[in-house]
């Protein structure tokens, strides 16, 4: 993992029912361009970070948190109240990717990395230079 920062950061739903801190260092922001960040997003890419699992730390609204998974568990996970993306443990449990959106601080990291490029809308102009990647991120199958 790309470790950026050390300090804590705070996040939030649109409706703020459910509340979470990053209490560890995380990577800076990563932009997935696929077809089903388009879906969950409901834009042309989806921004996230992520952090150690033990590093987050929800503050309030478990019980709004719900969970969306495909066949093949790839998924969503919510807010119930307001539909907001909400943190989402990755399938090996380690690392939480974090809607980079849900920030009420600044995290001071900047978009390094695009993924899945090869399968972005027709509408999706990628600034910045940030590195593409075709597919996955390498750094994440380690
Ligand atoms: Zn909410
Ligand atoms: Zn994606």
Redesign the pocket.
């Known amino acids: 993992m790309v470790s950026q920062s050390k300090e804590i950061i705070r996040g939030s739903?649109?409706?703020g029912?459910?509340r979470f801190e990053i209490t560890g260092r995380y990577s800076p922001i990563g932009l997935c361009h696929c077809s089903k960040c388009r879906k969950v997003s409901g834009t042309a890419s989806n921004a996230a970070l992520y952090t150690a699992a033990s590093s987050l730390r929800w503050q309030a609204g478990n019980d709004?948190v719900q969970d969306f998974s495909l066949a093949d568990g790839w998924g969503s996970t919510f807010?119930h109240?307001?539909g907001?993306p909400l943190p989402r443990l990755h399938s090996n449990g380690k690392i939480y990717f974090v809607p980079a959106g849900l920030l009420d601080d600044d995290p001071r990291v900047k978009v390094e990395r695009h993924i899945y490029v090869g399968s972005k809308t027709s509408w999706d102009e990628i600034a910045g230079d940030g590195l593409q990647f075709e597919k996955d991120d390498p750094e994440l199958r380690k």
């Open positions: 739903c649109l409706c029912g459910v709004l807010c109240t307001c907001s």
